[in-house]
């Protein structure tokens, strides 16, 4: 998807969302493996050319995919043990390790300890006999200019992190807090191990990624990415780089991010991210955005800009402060920062999540450099959303809702009677299906792109929501079981991409990549 189809909506398409951690598998989570496979051969036969997934770097506290502890490293959780085995990097005996009961929650705490067996016993099995090429494919990607921005302050940062039984940074030692550079040189040498190990995973997650990136594009299938406008506190970069952050002189922030009270919160939503000192990216010429959106742009063929009203104007919440009502709109980076991505960048195939308290500012930043915004049903059916299946324009993505929204069916279930006889007089259909007569809305919508959760086109209810807002845990863990996806559901999708004459997969829209190609594309 350029960024001149982009702007001019391009062709009709439809497209699924789904995390790939909520793939089924054995592992107790979706990974990059066998499953995410057959999902893409599922996907393309019922006509989808777009598969939306949320941020891929690793998770901290809350296992949110928001709340990276890296903008730049993949998550190792996704690393799929059976692709290692398949390239010898794992003897198959090893599969055995961390194997957990397939079901339909990640139990994050036990996937980590069982994935970290079988990527140290990967990692050992690599050191004494390392397949033919995937010795001289590791060295490549360590060296490659792509990682000399981020791989050795990320592997630092996990090993001592671990060292310091996964406390945040701010109590580590102070001289490693504070990156005096002696006491970073200590560590780095006596944590040599622990440092190639993870540089290891990074290697294991990147190749995979580019081999499944590959094969969706294969099948037709362009990726549409996901970047948070926000990092984790706890992160690599906050650590590396405190003077880009608000922080006092001992690295805790003086400001956090979130948003005012809106539809899903009355006291508006805490986040607790670190702020940007947006003069500093300014007068660096914002080479840090523009590498973090270029590293994106490697991973997916679209980046949907998480949060992009934050560019505009961000809520400013004082540090400490329990809720977000406290806060007050900051001014943000605006034009300057998107002139300095399309100068660097050239066309910019982006999405801008234009969701919440969106003012004339923020249509104004969008507008000038030709992004679509987002337009969600779920917020359709009360005159004036400019939600409508009927006010969506062309150059826009509509969806059923998002990874924010209850399902479909959980949504409808919840609205007062005489809202659900509203949606049902405009989608027709009855109440047990209604995730169909949203899709439907969507798919014939003016939008040029409409793409929905996984979760509505299986008709499932408020059990399978991926994320309700504001709530501190229970989130990101869903995942669909094999039995759920049906013959019937990919026949049916692919008679609603034919009927709302949207455009089905092109494989001939891509170049053939093998994975040589990958490699390269890794290596620089």
């Keep these: 998807m350029s960024d001149s189809r982009v702007r001019d909506g391009g062709p009709r398409r439809a497209g699924l969302l789904l995390h790939p951690t909520s793939l089924p598998g054995r592992y107790g989570i979706g990974d990059l493996g066998p499953t995410a496979s057959a999902f893409l051969a599922w996907a393309a036969d019922a006509g989808q050319a777009i598969w939306q997934v949320l941020p891929l770097g690793p998770t901290g506290m809350g296992d949110s995919p928001y709340g ?19 390239e010898g990097l794992l003897p198959r005996e090893a599969l055995t390790l961390g194997e957990e009961p397939p079901g339909d929650r990640v139990a994050f705490e036990a996937v980590r300890a069982g994935r970290e067996q079988i990527l140290r016993a990967s990692f050992a099995h690599f050191r004494a006999a390392p397949p033919a090429g995937i010795r001289e494919a590791f060295e490549a990607f360590v060296d490659a200019s792509e990682q000399r921005s981020w791989l050795e ?51 294991l997650f990147f190749r995979q990624w580019a081999a499944l990136r590959a094969e969706a594009h294969r099948r037709g299938i362009s990726i549409l990415g996901d970047v948070p406008i926000y990092l984790a506190f706890d992160s690599a970069e906050v650590w590396a780089s405190r003077g880009h952050f608000e922080l006092d002189d001992t690295g805790r922030p003086l400001r956090v991010a979130g948003v005012p009270p809106d539809y899903f919160s009355r006291t508006g939503q ?8 947006w003069e500093r990216f300014a007068a660096e010429g914002f080479a840090w955005w523009i590498e973090r959106l270029r590293a994106n742009l490697r991973l997916a063929d679209v980046v949907r800009l998480d949060h992009f009203r934050g560019f505009a104007a961000y809520w400013a919440v004082p540090a400490g402060d329990s809720t977000a009502v406290g806060g007050e709109w900051v001014e943000g980076p605006g034009h300057a920062l998107f002139a300095a991505l399309r100068q660097a960048l050239g066309d910019l195939p982006l999405v801008a999540e234009d969701l919440g308290v969106i003012t004339p500012d923020v249509e104004s930043l969008r ?64 109440p ?21 959760p996984l979760q509505d086109v299986l008709g499932l209810g408020s059990d399978a929501r991926m994320n309700l807002p504001g709530r501190p845990d229970g989130n990101w863990s869903w995942r669909v079981r094999a039995d759920q996806v049906s013959a019937a559901h990919r026949q049916q999708l692919a008679r609603l991409v034919d009927v709302s004459e949207r455009v089905a997969p092109d494989p001939a829209a891509y170049p053939v990549v093998r994975q040589a190609d990958a490699d390269a594309s890794l290596a620089g």
Aim: proline share 6%; hydrophobic share 40%; aromatic share 12%.
């Design 270 to 277: 805490l986040w607790g991210n670190p702020l940007y000192r």
């Design 68 to 86: 990276c502890l890296s903008a730049f490293a993949g998550n190792p959780l996704l690393i799929s043990p059976e692709r290692l085995a398949e």
């Design 367 to 430: 507008d000038a450099f030709g992004l679509p915004g987002m337009k969600v049903l779920q917020f359709g059916f009360s005159r004036g959303s400019g939600h409508s299946p009927h006010d969506v324009p062309r150059h826009a993505v509509v969806y059923t809702g998002t990874h924010d929204n209850d399902t479909a069916r959980g949504w409808f279930e919840n609205l007062r009677p005489a809202a659900q006889q509203r949606v049902l007089a405009y989608v027709g259909g009855a």
């Design 153 to 203: 302050d990320w592997t630092l940062f996990s090993a001592l992190k671990a060292a310091h039984d996964g406390r945040e940074w701010t109590a580590w030692d102070e001289a490693l807090r504070d990156r005096e550079p002696g006491a970073l040189e200590s560590a780095a040498r006596r944590l040599g191990d622990e440092t190639s190990y993870h540089r290891y995973c990074q290697f």
């Design 432 to 452: 047990e299906s209604i995730g169909w007569g949203l899709l439907q809305a969507a798919y014939n919508s003016p939008a040029a792109t409409a793409i929905a």
